[in-house]
């Protein structure tokens, strides 16, 4: 029975870890999986049911094809095409010959896409074909971007990028003079010109055969000449023709000719180039050299033998052409492994990677790192090699760099000086320049040290400064340091040591930051820096003066209470001192009051003033605007009273007053609309929903929609008829009474067959208004139906309401909430789910009898 549980427990764990790793194959992941695989020689068939297992979707791997489409879409991005352009006619300008990359992957079969069919019979299923046609855009182009963007960082090789670099390109340039030494062949354009006595151009293409036939002369043999052979060639031929005439031959569009690039580039093949090409247009061509490819003995071969070995790094460090030679057809550039790759690191110019010939020492790839940095430690270099079984380290000096020579995967060393002076005393605080200075003949002394700070300034303290020394075994002490008696010659001047760092106080800092703070009715209230003997007045005036609201009768100081004697605690937290004002000036005792550190200053607003307070009325009154209040109660009466009364129009039942909130009730709306988001929420939580984001933005809507005002239902009628009562509502600071003409209509919206406007009808009840509007919709709530007036107010209107319904109400019929059905989706969840755990149990129950 134990073991039986054992077993279970340890199947429903690997199941659980199995599904829980197949899920965890980030995009970075998937792209190295397929670039090892592809590498490795598997087809894309394996490659799709490795992927399926791991967990990987078609929309990740359509993800991947989007992010790398759009990388290659951007300006620089790593393009290794060619051009073809088509020519018609014997053009003097040339073009580029190479192929296009796609058209080599065709030609040379490396496309990643696999051409293999399944051969158990099966049918691929409608997952594996999405997956195929997904993953086949990672052909060639692809893999160079991806191998160079996933391992570009891994190991940095000095140079070994300059022919996939996207900033640099290695195409010929094809309109510039051709070189004297340009031998002709098959294929090449020539264009003969004659002019003098006589005026003509010849333009043929070298046959096959090696000739030129020109109109009248016959044919001319001119392959294996060079330019300039030919020319002196054409000249004695044609001359016999044209006499006291000038002849020269010039080369149009160029040959095509077939190179082959072997060994350690990233696209190995079969390249077709124009022949002015070089043997780094074919390296450029070939996508450059691989991880392992050489760069310092890539050969080129022709008609079996070495014509040209290249050494990159000649080419790189010191411009060097002499190896890249013009290429001719049917050559073959051989890219070798590296034999020799060294690693160095710290204090030079250039740490990585660099590949070292067998009599190149440490001294030379120093000079390819650039040197040692500024504060490279150049004493010795510290190297680590492989020797059998066990790593050796070697301590190269300065006079052995020279000799000794580097092996493969030696890994050097540079360090830095050390962070320390040896010659170096300090000064810092109140001296007129602190900083570090050289301990020499003239600085030996605390007092010399002073004076070479150009002196002490005058809120230096000169009782005790203090002074940190390194001991001999790196521990710091302090000395105390009497400044004026070693300044004045009373004490003893002390000798400095390597490292003191001599700190004088100053005897501001030592006190703090002192302010004095002003608050209240002035132009610009806050901190200011104190002064000894500032008194009101001065703080007043530094704040700008009072303002119009400044109260003279009272203005308070507000002092700290400070006993550094006390030993227990004391309830009072300030002293207080009140004064009066008169023209600015402090009257009574406070002419003879200043100011200490850290006071408060508040000025008080006078309880008499007051900025007016506007209302506005609109609407059908005799004169319309904004009016200020007169008195704190001021009433609708009051307003329509100094609106000169009501016009003839005015449907003065109906009035709606508007008010803007408060910052208060700003304030209260916020924390409502949080509390109910938090209800909501929980709320879903409780019926384990997914939380409701229609509700919860309705709710933010609902805000937004609010804006800064809200109506006030008001009873103008009663208020104009008894002034002064409970109707007659008191007004505040921007408030706006609305005065509508009269409307005798009655609308009818909501959850209606028909929604309209229809005139009103005295003693008609709900019943009535309803059946106008073709009767409530399916979903009408009936017995929610409600009244909105015209003033604001809003009242639920039962089955004898032919009271509450006057003239231009609304009459609103709300509808039902919609209740949701389950899916048929969530249904087959459920019902799967609980089959699922039905299945478990039951297995369960068996196991455990």
């Known amino acids: 029975m134990y073991m039986a549980r054992r077993i279970l427990l340890a199947c429903l764990a690997c199941f659980w870890f199995q599904f829980i790793f197949s899920q965890s194959m980030s995009d970075d992941q998937v792209v190295r999986y397929v670039m090892e695989q592809q590498e490795k020689g598997k087809d894309q068939q394996y490659i799709v049911s490795q992927l399926l297992q791991k967990g990987v979707t078609v929309d990740q791997l359509r993800r991947i094809r989007n992010k790398y489409e759009a990388e290659q879409k951007q300006p620089g991005a790593l393009d290794l095409t060619g051009t073809t352009q088509a020519k018609s006619g014997t053009s003097r300008l040339r073009t580029n010959k190479e192929k296009t990359l796609d058209e080599r992957q065709k030609r040379n079969g490396y496309m990643i896409r696999s051409q293999r069919e399944i051969k158990d019979g099966e049918d691929k299923t409608l997952k594996n074909q999405q997956l195929n046609e997904e993953i086949g855009f990672m ?15 891994d190991r940095q090789v000095f140079g070994r990028n300059i022919f996939n670099n996207e900033m640099l390109t290695f195409e010929p340039s094809m309109n510039i003079p051709t070189p004297a030494n340009y031998r002709l062949g098959a294929g090449d354009a020539v264009i003969i010109d ?108 022709r008609q079996g033998r070495v014509v040209s070995t290249i050494d990159v790094y000649d080419y790189i460090l010191n411009g060097n ?9 049917n050559d073959v550039i051989v890219v070798g492994p590296y034999e020799c790759l060294v690693n160095i690191r710290g204090k030079v110019k250039r740490p990585m990677f660099y590949e070292m010939k067998e009599d190149e020492s440490v001294s030379r790839i120093l000079d390819y790192a650039g040197g040692f940095a500024g504060d490279a430690y150049a004493d010795n270099v510290r190297l680590i090699r492989k020797s059998g079984r066990e790593y050796s380290v070697y301590t190269v000096g300065e006079f052995e760099m020279n000799g000794f020579l580097l092996k493969d995967g030696d890994s050097l060393y540079v360090d830095s000086i050390i962070p320390r002076f040896s010659n170096m005393a300090e000064i810092r605080g109140a001296v007129f320049h602190p900083g570090q200075y050289q301990m020499d003949g003239s600085i030996k002394t605390v007092r010399q040290l002073i004076k070479a700070a150009d002196g002490l300034r005058e809120d230096a ?3 005790r400064a203090v002074m940190h020394r390194q001991k001999e075994d790196l521990t710091m002490e302090a000395l105390s340091v009497d400044v004026e008696g070693i300044m004045d010659g009373t004490v003893a001047d002390i000798p400095l040591r390597k490292n003191d760092v001599l700190f004088i106080p100053s005897s501001l800092d030592m006190k703090g930051e002192r302010t004095l703070t002003i608050d209240g009715e002035v132009n610009f209230p806050g901190v200011y820096q104190y002064a000894d003997n500032t008194t009101i007045e001065d703080l007043v005036l530094q704040a700008g003066g009072l303002t119009e609201a400044a109260s003279m009768a009272k203005v308070d100081v507000f002092r700290r209470i400070k006993n550094p004697d006390a030993v227990t605690d004391d309830e009072k937290l300030s002293e207080t001192y009140s004064f009066s004002l008169r023209d ?37 009154v005799n004169f319309s605007g904004s009016y200020a209040m007169d008195n704190k109660n001021y009433r609708l009466s009051d307003l329509v009273k100094a609106a000169g009364g009501l016009s003839s129009l005015a449907y003065a039942k109906g009035a709606r007053l508007q008010r803007k909130l408060t910052d208060e009730e700003k304030k209260q709306r916020e924390v409502a609309m949080k509390a109910a988001q938090i209800q909501l929420y929980e709320e879903s939580m409780r019926s384990e929903k997914t939380f409701d984001m229609a509700r919860a933005d309705s709710i933010q809507n609902l805000k937004l929609d609010l804006g800064d005002t809200y109506p006030v239902a008001i009873n103008l009628e009663k208020a104009m008829r008894n002034p002064g009562s409970v109707d007659d509502v008191l007004l505040r600071e921007g408030d706006e009474l609305q005065i ?81 059905k389950m899916t048929t989706a969530e249904m087959m969840t459920i019902g799967t789910s609980t089959a699922s755990i039905a299945t478990m149990i039951a297995t369960l129950v068996n196991i455990f009898k």
């Open 740 to 820: 509508p003409q009269f409307s005798n209509t009655v609308k009818i919206s909501g959850d209606v067959m028909y929604p309209i406007s229809i005139n009103y009808e005295k003693g008609k009840s709900l019943k009535y208004y309803i059946k106008r509007a073709g009767g409530y919709a399916d979903r009408a709530h009936k017995s929610r139906v409600y009244a909105v007036y015209m003033n604001g107010a809003v009242e639920q209107l039962g089955r004898r309401s032919a009271k509450a319904i006057q003239p231009g109400c609304e009459i609103v019929v709300p509808s039902k909430p919609q209740k949701t």
């Open 584 to 620: 600015g000036l402090v009257m009574g005792d406070g002419q003879d009051f200043h100011l200490q550190p850290y006071d408060e200053v508040f000025v008080r607003k006078s309880p008499a003033y007051s900025e007016q307070r506007n209302v506005k009325i609109s609407g059908e």
């Open 139 to 153: 052909d060639i182009d692809s893999l160079i971007y991806y191998r160079n963007y996933f391992k570009e960082d």
């Open 194 to 301: 004659v002019w003098g006595a006589s005026q003509t151009t010849f333009e043929g293409t070298v046959s096959p055969d090696g000739t030129v036939t020109i109109e009248g002369v016959g044919p001319l043999t001119l392959a294996g000449m060079t330019v300039k052979e030919a020319n002196d060639y054409v000249k004695k031929q044609l001359g016999r023709f044209y006499s006291n005439s000038n002849i020269t031959l010039t080369v149009g569009e160029t040959r095509s000719i077939q190179v082959q690039v072997m060994g350690e580039v990233m696209v190995p093949g079969t390249y077709t180039l124009s022949a002015l090409s070089s043997a780094f247009n074919a390296l450029y061509a070939a996508g450059g050299i691989s991880e392992i490819g050489t760069l310092r003995d890539i050969k080129v071969f």
């Open 321 to 329: 052409t002499k190896g890249d030679i013009r290429l001719a057809d």
């Open 461 to 463: 303290f000169l009782k």
